[in-house]
């Protein structure tokens, strides 16, 4: 039965997993914004493709 919409809670916040997602996405955009490659960055955070698409071509725009 699916949870009413009063009731529905958004992906990770009741085990914090949001919470360190936006911490180290906002930790990639402060070293992306300070001149850090993202060929750098993909490395030292793991990115796939996908998720480095999302992150950096719409901040390079």
């Given amino acids: 039965m699916p949870k009413k919409k009063e009731n529905y809670q958004k992906w990770g ?3 914090d997993g949001r919470d360190l997602i936006d911490e180290r996405n906002m930790d990639i955009e402060i070293a992306f ?3 850090k490659s993202i060929f ?3 490395n030292k955070y793991s990115l796939s493709i996908e998720q480095s698409k999302r992150l ?4 390079i725009e």
């Fill in 33 to 35: 914004n300070s001149g």
């Fill in 40 to 42: 750098y960055l993909v």
């Fill in 13 to 15: 916040t009741r085990s």
């Fill in 56 to 59: 950096f071509i719409l901040k």
